[in-house]
């Protein structure tokens, strides 16, 4: 019921900010490129997309693995496991622990797919917000149609440096949970499928939303540079697409930290074994941060609406100067 | 030595010292072994032996109602009244079997209880003896009086026996692995296989044999007791129970026993009712063993009803069956046996005169016993209860007749008793005096380490006071105890006087300390300074999974302290800022991981470990790889150090002499003295070459300790600074130019540290050493990611004040750890590292992988002073080393100008971050002994948490000695130093040449 009135009001939001410079914004610092005043903000579109794709996530986890599809697998697997492991391999479906090699790479082909639609729609949103933010009133329509259509004929390009960039970043999750104590001298494609696993999770998206980052001295790549070291070292996104990409990707991390945890104790149980607790734990983490992401944009997005609502009705601005200053100073700590 | 700081420091260690004291005086249970044996006289053997020959069947984890005639009701569908044997001949042949409930002493686990059934004593957690080490027996046992007295002894079945008496059964052994849980039947089988050949035998070849078979316990310890395989398993048990009868001849005892019971999960190790209820059956085939027909008094006879059943059952102490079979066999009981004789078995007569005999021989060897250990070191034990026991005997001895048998009887009980309270119990009210006074130490450490942030220079003041605050109440605290004990004394004595002294002071003053600071305390602590490695590492010790993973566990949790350096490092101002941290961090993740490979695998780790300390596990020699390494890495350690001294251009001064000569010899020297030791175990040039290996690396080790100190510890103790002054005359001035003044303080400590690192170093297996190696290089990494981090605060700090320009001031970037501080989160990795370090080491939080190897680096014979150094060394040397480096990161590229302040900052941080580093491990050690006392009847108590308690204890101590000679030594002398060569040159024109930022 509410998504069908919400959609309305976002839009209204959305022209509203456009029109109405004396807003306070979002964020004080101007560093980078965001000199809107209100960022862009889908509501209906997001609620629908972060409930579809972490559902999707959801699926993918616990029963792509298990699926008749994924049986197709099995053969190729098996040779690469233990003997001891395939003493299961007449039941018709697949367990989730049964061959965790198996189970991580289906994880790995469903995420990747789901990715791959997700960081699409998060791209268009970043660039609407762009769109917004560089078109001020929107006035000039053509040269954002021209640009959006510069844009997506990169759509192509931009793809395939987050794939790279996300292989990449495959070797380096590897190695990184080398380090952190992952088997040295066995279960090599274990590791690196967890890595994978992180990598599509976490760079994949802001890869093909923001670009790679490069060390090149021109002010696009310094700009990106920035932007990723202020979104993924400071941890500090500043608008809903933004957090979108970011809450995920540290939850992804920090699920993927924790879920080392519970693989030492000595329960001697199948879902122990690596990189099962560690992936699942990623998978967590990210659907959890998406979550998180979109609760903490929708009730801001519903402070701002409802802030904005009073200011319209009093435009003597009595009202909007305790409320206003409240979010701001919320807002810059 | 006695310094600004240093005193602190020193009172939250005699703090330490008292909560580790208290605690583990309640909670370590000790108990000398004596090495007297009995032998044979007319009034230790009153009468012929009934049996020549004996078989002693353990069946482990027998429970009583096993075999009970009267099982508890309902009786179970699969453990009730399967093993039918032992009640059915009880029943039909009354005079020919004794079957009886045993109470085994708590713990309940097979090593235990092996000690307590051949020797007749109580266990404890440390028999200490002169096998401190190993598990074998030394003490009188029955065993040992067999073999004494000529029988020959066959064993088959579990192989704890064998580790218990390694040399005892001769070529009749046939031991099983006992640590495969899973496998139910292998052991049985191969006793079942060996046992009956020997009973067959036309001419014995054996007069006792001792089976001892496993199934009941590992069916127990998988499925638990109500379990299908269990009724399978007792019905197995009963056939071959069966058959062994059928067997028996005359001469021959019979004895089936199980050494513990099992709780309603089939598991063991505690006190639990079920835990200490074990069968014990004697049976002989065919002479009468027991005379139903007299009436033994019912004095004698204590009766116990299992839980559950209808009627109680007869009951004896497990430890009964010692001086009893001893007896029986006509050898002479055990000479630290505690256990009385069972009077069935003696009482055959009206007058029951051979009982008396044999209570008489019995008494007088406990009483024996008891006057031994009275007089021995651990005498004092005894304090509380000599008086009474004296009082006792002697008025035993008065006695006549029917009367001093049970008084006499009377007697070995009372003994058994006051043994059971000195060895058996923990004293928990002692135990929870020290956990509250360690908690209350982490606290005081805790608000030392709060207070030295908040403070400037005031501090050195408010050091002095506190001090003579924590003096005034710690007088107070311990006169408040000393009246506390003797208003107590006459109604209750749990507690010592010396125990009520020390909790009284050292509790008066933390309180006093933590509520004199409670504001600096709660200013400090914020939701986000919390260390979740810290927690992470605490909360751990209180499963037994990560406390036998903690090496594993030490690798995640260094790698992830390092991570917020990382994301730091990301938002660096500069390229070379962000390179540095980046590297560095880098560096330290790959050091860390190559310390995390080495391993020796503690024996709960199987299978998913493997030796990589050794060549492999079964042989104690190091990797091939390892030898490769280890003489680069003796050569190239002090070289790398000089390198990264070079960044801060501080490798001048004795560090120019040291690094690139001496230490390199020193450090080769031990390299080859272990290197020969490999070439001497390994027999590579045969035995001939023995003896000169040996002289040789003997001189080889003391070369490498005596340069060591000789050399170095004398030249830095006298040169101290790593810097160069160079003066020159321009233009009729003189100019005078110093080298190496942006890292004075840290490189001149370095070199202190480097000292104890060669020290250390000798005593190093080569696999140790090179992990030694890598574990500096880690440590050096780490501080250059310290620095650099502290740069970029600095610069964040600079940047948002306004003021930018004051970082082009010639000691703006330089003293950041001023104005940026010192955090925990940077103590963390340097404590891990220290605990990563010692797992590397090739050590384990376990008795058993003591390095014993490091006792004969310096003689070929073990020598008290000298092996022992070198033991400690070896095994406490990384806590040590780690501990020792924990004020470079207060001096770590600390500029010393302006003069007197910075040094002294320098000083306070380099306190405070001690102070910090015995936080970290007083907080390790209220998680390792709170689980410890939790756990105490847990299963795994004496394999996991009570060794890490003792680790943990141990591993303080050494930090704390450490941390007050880096203090008191290390900082005292450079700070010396500094002061000399400043007063040298009182109008030096400080041409300083500065690190780049």
Same mark, same amino acid.
């Given at each position: 019921?509410?998504?069908?009135?919400?959609?309305?009001?976002?839009?209204?939001?959305?022209?509203?900010?456009?029109? #109405?410079?004396?807003?306070?914004?979002?964020?004080?610092?101007?560093?980078?490129?965001?000199?809107?005043?209100?960022?862009?903000?889908?509501?209906?579109?997001?609620?629908? /997309?972060?409930?579809?794709?972490?559902?999707?996530?959801?699926?993918?986890?616990?029963?792509?693995?298990?699926?008749?599809?994924?049986?197709?697998?099995?053969?190729?697997?098996?040779?690469?496991? #233990? *003997?001891?492991?395939?003493?299961?391999?007449?039941? *018709?479906?697949?367990?989730?622990?049964?061959?965790?090699?198996?189970? %991580?790479?289906?994880?790995?082909?469903?995420?990747?797919?789901?990715? /791959?639609?997700?960081?699409?729609?998060?791209?268009?949103?970043?660039?609407?917000?762009?769109?917004?933010?560089?078109?001020?009133?929107?006035?000039?329509?053509?040269?954002?149609?021209?640009?959006?259509?510069?844009?997506?004929?990169?759509?192509?390009?931009?793809?395939?440096?987050?794939?790279?960039?996300?292989? %990449?970043?495959?070797?380096?999750?590897?190695?990184?949970?080398?380090?952190?104590?992952?088997?040295?001298?066995?279960?090599?494609?274990?590791?690196?499928?967890?890595?994978?696993?992180?990598?599509?999770?976490?760079?994949?998206?802001?890869?093909?939303?923001?670009?790679?980052?490069?060390?090149?001295?021109? /002010?696009?790549?310094?700009?990106?540079?920035?932007?990723?070291?202020?979104?993924?070292?400071?941890?500090?996104?500043?608008? *809903?697409?933004?957090?979108?990409?970011?809450?995920?990707?540290?939850?992804?991390?920090?699920?993927?930290?924790?879920?080392?945890?519970?693989?030492?104790?000595?329960?001697?149980?199948?879902?122990?074994?690596?990189?099962?607790?560690?992936?699942?734990?990623?998978?967590?983490?990210?659907? /959890?941060?998406?979550?998180?992401?979109?609760?903490?944009?929708?009730?801001?997005?519903?402070? #701002?609406?409802?802030?904005?609502?009073?200011?319209?009705?009093?435009?003597?601005?009595?009202?909007?100067?305790?409320?206003?200053?409240?979010?701001?100073?919320?807002?810059?700590? | 030595?006695?310094?600004?700081?240093?005193?602190?420091?020193?009172?939250?260690?005699?703090?330490?010292?008292?909560?580790?004291?208290?605690?583990?005086?309640?909670?370590?249970?000790?108990?000398?072994?004596?090495?007297?044996?009995?032998?044979?006289?007319?009034?230790?053997?009153?009468? &012929?032996?009934?049996?020549?020959?004996?078989?002693?069947?353990?069946?482990?984890?027998?429970?009583?109602?096993?075999?009970?005639?009267?099982?508890?009701?309902?009786?179970?569908?699969?453990?009730?009244?399967?093993?039918?044997?032992?009640?059915?001949? +009880?029943?039909?042949?009354?005079?020919?079997?004794?079957?009886?409930?045993?109470?085994?002493?708590?713990?309940?686990?097979?090593?235990?209880?092996?000690?307590?059934?051949?020797?007749?004593?109580?266990?404890?957690?440390?028999?200490?003896?002169?096998?401190?080490?190993?598990?074998?027996?030394?003490?009188?046992?029955?065993?040992?009086?067999?073999?004494?007295?000529?029988?020959?002894?066959?064993?088959?079945?579990?192989?704890?026996?064998?580790?218990?008496?390694?040399?005892?059964?001769?070529?009749?052994?046939?031991?099983?692995?006992?640590?495969?849980?899973?496998?139910?039947?292998?052991?049985?089988?191969?006793?079942?296989?060996?046992?009956?050949?020997?009973?067959?035998?036309?001419?014995?070849?054996?007069?006792?044999?001792?089976?001892?078979?496993?199934?009941?316990?590992?069916?127990?310890?998988?499925?638990?007791?109500?379990?299908?395989?269990?009724?399978?398993?007792?019905?197995?048990?009963?056939?071959?129970?069966?058959?062994?009868?059928?067997?028996?001849?005359?001469?021959?005892?019979?004895?089936?026993?199980?050494?513990?019971?099992?709780?309603?999960?089939?598991?063991?190790?505690?006190?639990?009712?079920?835990?200490?209820?074990?069968?014990?059956?004697?049976?002989?085939?065919?002479?009468?063993?027991?005379?139903?027909?007299?009436?033994?008094?019912?004095?004698?006879?204590?009766?116990?009803?299992?839980?559950?059943?209808?009627?109680?059952?007869?009951?004896?102490?497990?430890?009964?069956?010692?001086?009893?079979?001893?007896?029986?066999?006509?050898?002479?009981?055990?000479?630290?046996?505690?256990?009385?004789?069972? &009077?069935?078995?003696?009482?055959?007569?009206?007058?029951?005169?051979?009982?008396?005999?044999?209570?008489?021989?019995?008494?007088?060897?406990?009483?024996?016993?008891?006057?031994?250990?009275?007089?021995?070191?651990?005498?004092?034990?005894?304090?509380?209860?000599?008086?009474?026991?004296?009082?006792?005997?002697?008025?035993?001895?008065?006695?006549?007749?029917?009367?001093?048998?049970?008084?006499?009887?009377?007697?070995?009980?009372?003994?058994?008793?006051?043994?059971?309270?000195?060895?058996?119990?923990?004293?928990?009210?002692?135990?929870?005096?020290?956990?509250?006074?360690?908690?209350?130490?982490?606290?005081?450490?805790?608000?030392?380490?709060?207070?030295?942030?908040?403070?400037?220079?005031?501090?050195?003041?408010?050091?002095?006071?506190?001090?003579?605050?924590?003096?005034?109440?710690?007088?107070?605290?311990?006169?408040?105890?000393?009246?506390?004990?003797?208003?107590?004394?006459?109604?209750?004595?749990?507690?010592?006087?010396?125990?009520?002294?020390?909790?009284?002071?050292?509790?008066?003053?933390?309180?006093?300390?933590?509520?004199?600071? $409670?504001?600096?305390?709660?200013?400090?602590?914020?939701?986000?300074?919390?260390?979740?490695?810290?927690?992470?590492?605490?909360?751990?010790?209180?499963?037994?999974?990560?406390?036998?993973?903690?090496?594993?566990?030490?690798?995640?949790?260094?790698?992830?302290?390092?991570?917020?350096?990382?994301?730091?490092?990301?938002?660096?101002?500069?390229?070379?800022?962000?390179? $540095?941290?980046?590297?560095?961090?880098?560096?330290?993740?790959?050091?860390?991981?190559?310390?995390?490979?080495?391993?020796?695998?503690?024996?709960?780790?199987?299978?998913?470990?493997?030796?990589?300390?050794?060549?492999? +596990?079964?042989?104690?020699? &190091?990797?091939?790889?390892?030898?490769?390494?280890?003489?680069?890495?003796?050569?190239?350690?002090?070289?790398?150090?000089?390198?990264?001294?070079?960044?801060?251009?501080?490798?001048?001064?004795?560090?120019?002499?040291?690094?690139?000569?001496?230490?390199?010899?020193?450090?080769?020297?031990?390299?080859?003295?272990?290197?020969?030791?490999?070439?001497?175990?390994?027999?590579?040039?045969?035995?001939?070459?023995?003896?000169?290996?040996?002289?040789?690396?003997?001189?080889?080790?003391?070369?490498?300790?005596?340069?060591?100190?000789?050399?170095?510890?004398?030249?830095?103790?006298?040169?101290?600074?790593?810097?160069?002054?160079?003066?020159?005359?321009?233009?009729?001035?003189?100019?005078?130019?110093?080298?190496?003044?942006?890292?004075?303080?840290?490189?001149?400590?370095?070199?202190?540290?480097?000292?104890?690192?060669?020290?250390?170093?000798?005593?190093?297996?080569?696999?140790?050493?090179?992990?030694?190696?890598?574990?500096?290089?880690?440590?050096?990494?780490?501080?250059?990611?310290?620095?650099?981090?502290?740069?970029?605060?600095?610069?964040?700090?600079?940047?948002? +004040?306004?003021?930018?320009?004051?970082?082009?001031?010639?000691?703006?970037?330089?003293?950041?750890?001023?104005?940026?501080?010192? !955090?925990?989160?940077?103590?963390?990795?340097?404590?891990?590292?220290?605990?990563?370090?010692?797992?590397?080491?090739?050590?384990?939080?376990?008795?058993?992988?003591?390095?014993?190897?490091?006792?004969?680096?310096?003689?070929?014979?073990?020598?008290?002073?000298?092996?022992?150094?070198?033991?400690?060394?070896?095994?406490?040397?990384?806590?040590?080393?780690?501990?020792?480096?924990?004020?470079?990161?207060?001096?770590?590229?600390?500029?010393?100008?302006?003069?007197?302040?910075?040094?002294?900052?320098?000083? $306070?941080?380099?306190?405070?971050?001690?102070?910090?580093?015995?936080?970290?491990?007083?907080?390790?050690?209220?998680?390792?002994?709170?689980?410890?006392?939790?756990?105490?009847?847990?299963?795994?108590?004496?394999?996991?948490?009570?060794? !890490?308690?003792?680790?943990?204890?141990?591993?303080?101590?050494?930090?704390?000695?450490?941390?007050?000679?880096?203090?008191?030594?290390?900082?005292?002398?450079?700070?010396?130093?500094?002061?000399?060569?400043?007063?040298?040159?009182?109008?030096?024109?400080?041409?300083?040449?500065?690190?780049?930022?």
């Amino acid at each position: 019921m509410s998504r069908n009135t919400t959609p309305r009001s976002t839009k209204g939001t959305a022209n509203k900010t456009a029109s #109405n410079e004396s807003v306070p914004t979002a964020q004080p610092d101007q560093r980078t490129n965001n000199t809107h005043s209100q960022p862009f903000f889908p509501f209906a579109r997001y609620t629908s /997309i972060v409930g579809v794709h972490t559902s999707l996530l959801s699926f993918t986890a616990l029963f792509l693995p298990r699926t008749s599809l994924s049986s197709l697998s099995q053969g190729l697997f098996l040779s690469l496991n #233990n *003997p001891s492991d395939d003493s299961s391999r007449d039941s *018709p479906p697949p367990t989730l622990t049964e061959s965790p090699l198996r189970t %991580v790479a289906w994880l790995c082909a469903g995420t990747f797919i789901l990715q /791959i639609w997700w960081a699409g729609w998060v791209r268009g949103w970043s660039l609407d917000t762009r769109d917004l933010s560089k078109g001020g009133a929107a006035l000039e329509r053509t040269e954002q149609k021209l640009q959006r259509q510069t844009w997506n004929s990169g759509r192509f390009a931009a793809f395939k440096t987050a794939c790279l960039l996300t292989a %990449v970043a495959s070797f380096f999750f590897a190695i990184v949970a080398l380090l952190f104590g992952a088997p040295v001298f066995s279960h090599f494609l274990q590791t690196y499928l967890l890595g994978l696993l992180v990598a599509l999770l976490t760079v994949f998206t802001p890869a093909y939303t923001l670009g790679a980052p490069s060390f090149k001295t021109d /002010i696009v790549s310094l700009v990106t540079r920035l932007t990723w070291i202020r979104l993924f070292a400071e941890i500090s996104p500043r608008s *809903p697409v933004e957090r979108a990409v970011v809450y995920p990707a540290v939850g992804a991390f920090l699920g993927c930290w924790s879920g080392a945890i519970p693989a030492g104790l000595d329960w001697e149980e199948p879902w122990q074994r690596w990189p099962l607790t560690t992936s699942y734990g990623a998978l967590g983490g990210f659907v /959890i941060g998406s979550l998180s992401a979109f609760g903490v944009s929708a009730l801001e997005n519903l402070a #701002n609406f409802d802030r904005q609502s009073r200011v319209s009705m009093s435009p003597s601005g009595s009202a909007h100067s305790p409320q206003g200053k409240g979010s701001k100073k919320l807002k810059s700590q | 030595m006695w310094s600004k700081g240093f005193t602190i420091i020193l009172w939250l260690f005699l703090t330490h010292l008292g909560g580790v004291y208290l605690y583990t005086r309640g909670f370590l249970l000790t108990r000398l072994a004596l090495s007297e044996t009995n032998s044979c006289s007319p009034e230790a053997c009153p009468f &012929p032996p009934s049996y020549s020959k004996a078989i002693v069947l353990i069946i482990d984890a027998l429970r009583f109602d096993f075999v009970a005639p009267n099982p508890p009701v309902p009786p179970s569908p699969f453990h009730h009244n399967f093993l039918r044997l032992p009640a059915e001949l +009880s029943q039909s042949q009354p005079d020919h079997s004794l079957l009886l409930y045993a109470f085994p002493d708590p713990p309940t686990t097979t090593l235990q209880r092996i000690k307590g059934l051949t020797t007749g004593s109580l266990p404890t957690f440390v028999d200490m003896g002169s096998n401190f080490g190993g598990s074998s027996i030394l003490e009188d046992s029955i065993i040992g009086q067999l073999r004494a007295h000529g029988k020959r002894l066959a064993f088959m079945g579990d192989d704890t026996w064998m580790t218990v008496f390694p040399d005892a059964f001769g070529n009749m052994s046939w031991p099983f692995d006992s640590f495969h849980v899973e496998d139910l039947h292998t052991v049985d089988e191969g006793v079942i296989r060996h046992l009956f050949p020997l009973l067959r035998e036309e001419a014995k070849t054996w007069d006792f044999i001792l089976g001892h078979f496993l199934g009941v316990d590992h069916v127990g310890h998988r499925m638990g007791p109500d379990h299908p395989n269990m009724k399978a398993k007792l019905e197995q048990m009963d056939r071959v129970l069966r058959d062994v009868v059928e067997e028996l001849d005359d001469d021959t005892l019979l004895v089936v026993l199980g050494d513990h019971g099992m709780d309603s999960k089939g598991d063991h190790g505690g006190d639990g009712a079920l835990e200490t209820s074990a069968a014990l059956w004697l049976y002989s085939k065919t002479r009468p063993l027991v005379n139903p027909e007299v009436d033994i008094p019912e004095h004698y006879r204590t009766y116990r009803t299992y839980p559950n059943a209808p009627v109680p059952h007869r009951s004896v102490q497990q430890i009964d069956l010692v001086p009893s079979l001893s007896l029986l066999l006509g050898i002479p009981i055990p000479f630290n046996n505690l256990g009385t004789v069972i &009077p069935e078995l003696f009482w055959t007569d009206h007058a029951g005169e051979r009982f008396s005999n044999a209570v008489r021989a019995n008494a007088a060897q406990i009483k024996r016993y008891l006057d031994t250990y009275r007089g021995s070191s651990a005498g004092g034990e005894l304090d509380d209860a000599w008086e009474g026991l004296q009082k006792h005997w002697n008025a035993v001895n008065a006695l006549n007749g029917s009367l001093k048998s049970i008084g006499l009887d009377t007697f070995t009980r009372v003994a058994l008793a006051t043994c059971r309270a000195m060895w058996a119990q923990f004293n928990v009210t002692v135990m929870s005096l020290g956990l509250t006074l360690i908690v209350s130490s982490a606290f005081a450490a805790w608000a030392v380490y709060a207070k030295l942030g908040s403070l400037q220079e005031d501090w050195e003041s408010w050091s002095e006071q506190t001090t003579w605050t924590c003096t005034k109440w710690s007088t107070v605290g311990a006169i408040i105890g000393l009246s506390v004990y003797f208003a107590t004394v006459p109604f209750i004595k749990v507690a010592g006087l010396l125990d009520c002294v020390v909790f009284g002071a050292f509790m008066a003053s933390s309180i006093c300390l933590v509520s004199n600071n $409670r504001t600096s305390i709660t200013q400090s602590f914020h939701i986000s300074s919390i260390p979740l490695p810290l927690v992470l590492h605490t909360l751990a010790f209180m499963s037994n999974s990560f406390t036998f993973w903690e090496d594993h566990l030490t690798t995640f949790l260094l790698l992830s302290s390092i991570v917020p350096f990382v994301l730091i490092g990301f938002t660096a101002p500069t390229p070379r800022l962000r390179y $540095r941290v980046l590297g560095f961090s880098a560096l330290f993740a790959v050091c860390v991981r190559l310390i995390g490979i080495s391993t020796v695998c503690r024996e709960e780790q199987q299978p998913y470990c493997e030796v990589t300390f050794f060549a492999s +596990s079964a042989i104690t020699a &190091p990797p091939i790889l390892v030898l490769i390494l280890s003489i680069p890495c003796a050569i190239g350690l002090p070289l790398i150090v000089k390198r990264f001294l070079n960044i801060s251009q501080a490798d001048k001064g004795i560090a120019g002499i040291l690094l690139p000569l001496i230490f390199p010899s020193v450090l080769l020297q031990s390299t080859v003295a272990w290197l020969l030791e490999w070439l001497e175990s390994a027999d590579a040039l045969g035995p001939t070459w023995s003896p000169v290996l040996r002289g040789a690396r003997t001189v080889l080790a003391w070369l490498s300790i005596g340069g060591t100190l000789l050399i170095c510890a004398s030249l830095w103790y006298h040169v101290t600074l790593c810097i160069e002054v160079k003066s020159r005359e321009v233009a009729g001035k003189r100019e005078v130019t110093v080298i190496g003044f942006a890292n004075l303080f840290g490189s001149s400590f370095l070199m202190f540290w480097l000292i104890s690192f060669s020290l250390i170093y000798v005593a190093t297996q080569l696999t140790g050493q090179v992990i030694l190696c890598i574990s500096a290089v880690a440590l050096l990494s780490f501080l250059e990611v310290v620095d650099s981090v502290r740069d970029i605060r600095g610069m964040d700090i600079a940047f948002s +004040s306004g003021k930018p320009s004051t970082l082009l001031e010639v000691d703006g970037t330089q003293s950041h750890t001023a104005s940026v501080g010192l !955090r925990f989160s940077e103590i963390t990795p340097l404590a891990l590292l220290g605990v990563h370090t010692f797992y590397g080491t090739g050590h384990q939080a376990t008795i058993s992988s003591i390095q014993w190897k490091a006792a004969f680096v310096l003689t070929a014979k073990m020598r008290y002073t000298t092996s022992i150094i070198t033991v400690l060394l070896n095994n406490f040397g990384p806590f040590f080393l780690f501990a020792l480096a924990i004020p470079l990161l207060a001096l770590w590229n600390t500029a010393p100008l302006p003069h007197p302040t910075s040094a002294s900052n320098a000083r $306070r941080l380099g306190v405070r971050a001690a102070s910090g580093l015995m936080l970290y491990y007083g907080t390790l050690l209220i998680g390792s002994a709170a689980s410890s006392a939790w756990l105490r009847r847990h299963l795994m108590v004496w394999k996991v948490f009570a060794p !890490r308690f003792m680790l943990a204890a141990s591993s303080l101590l050494v930090v704390d000695i450490a941390v007050l000679l880096a203090v008191g030594v290390g900082m005292s002398r450079v700070e010396a130093g500094l002061n000399r060569l400043l007063g040298a040159m009182p109008t030096m024109n400080k041409g300083v040449k500065e690190k780049v930022p």
